[in-house]
């Protein structure tokens, strides 16, 4: 079964960037799309980021829209998700994910597996 394991997280200031890499254990991402999600303390996983189909662009959640962008290197197996303008409210744990090319548009989490373990984000105000 393919691994995904994140990686980049850590501890930053209100306005700092960071990018999270996602490396994963086969060419999942050739036949899927990545995508990336996060999950606060006493909240709910929340859809960030998935990548483009076909012509279609990458979505992103109204909230990190401008600030944040998902890309790839399929050379590496590793998807990234670069972080600029980072926010306390950014603080979260994220997840790396894939969905199928048929569900492109899903942003539900029910639509995206496997997982990678999460890596940590934490935003100082």
């Known amino acids: 079964q393919v691994q995904l394991v994140e990686s980049g997280g850590g501890s930053v200031q209100a306005g700092d960037s960071v990018r999270l890499s996602c490396a994963a254990s086969?060419?999942?991402?050739?036949?899927?799309?990545p995508g990336w999600f996060r999950q606060a303390p006493g909240k709910e996983r929340e859809f960030v980021a998935v990548?483009?189909?076909?012509?279609?662009?990458?979505l992103y959640a109204d909230s990190v829209k401008g600030r944040f962008t998902i890309s790839r290197d399929d050379a590496k197996n590793t998807v990234y998700l670069q972080m600029n303008s980072l926010k306390h409210v950014d603080t979260a744990l994220y997840f790396c994910?894939?969905?199928?090319?048929?569900?492109?548009?899903?942003?539900?989490?029910?639509?995206?597996?496997?997982w990678g373990q999460g890596t940590q984000v934490t935003v100082s105000s």
């Open positions: 994910t894939t969905t199928s090319f048929s569900r492109f548009g899903s942003t539900a989490a029910r639509e995206f597996g496997p």
């Open positions: 990548e483009g189909w076909r012509d279609s662009s990458p």
């Open positions: 086969g060419r999942i991402f050739e036949s899927s799309l």
